[in-house]
């Protein structure tokens, strides 16, 4: 399994990965237009085929804090570490930057327990996020949970 950054070769499958959850309701609808705009937050989990098993984006929100993002790891390669293994990379990356505070919003509060992640209130994290959520299908009514890493 390779661990790297996303590239434009690689958004079909992303699109795919991330819009196929997002239609069973578990995570959020990614435009192809919103994919290039964060193409450089993304890492993906590429298999021996080459194929494109796993994907999960840092985005930068706030001083020394990011989200994680469009976490998705394909069903037929599911509990093998591979969701574990982007967070961590992810949480490295951010730490290079000066990172040190990583949250994000989830129904995988278990999953995320497992990356080190602990459960917060949602307004412990900066208004600037709720931005995002107002153009959400589920806005005002989401009852997705927030969760923290930080070191
Ligand atoms: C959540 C998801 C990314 C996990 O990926 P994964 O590669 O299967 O997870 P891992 O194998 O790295 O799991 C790490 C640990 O968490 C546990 N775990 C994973 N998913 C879990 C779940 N849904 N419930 C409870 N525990 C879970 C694993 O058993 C493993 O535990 P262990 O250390 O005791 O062995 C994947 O199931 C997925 O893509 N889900 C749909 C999309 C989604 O909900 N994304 C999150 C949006 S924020």
Partial sequence: MIYRKAKFV???????LVNHYAEEGLMLARSRNALYESLRDMIVAVD???????????????????????????TAHSKK???????????AEGKELGIN????????????EKCGFRVISKNELPHKIWKECIDCPKFPDCNEIAMLYNE
């Fill in 10 to 16: 690689d958004i079909e499958a992303i699109y795919k």
């Fill in 48 to 74: 021996e085929n080459a194929e494109v098993i796993g994907v999960g984006g840092l985005h930068v929100t706030w001083e020394n804090m990011g989200e994680i993002r469009s976490l998705a790891v394909d």
């Fill in 81 to 91: 570490g591979i969701g574990r293994e982007i967070v961590r990379e992810l949480i």
């Fill in 101 to 112: 505070q990583v949250f994000t919003l989830t129904y995988q509060d278990k999953f995320f």
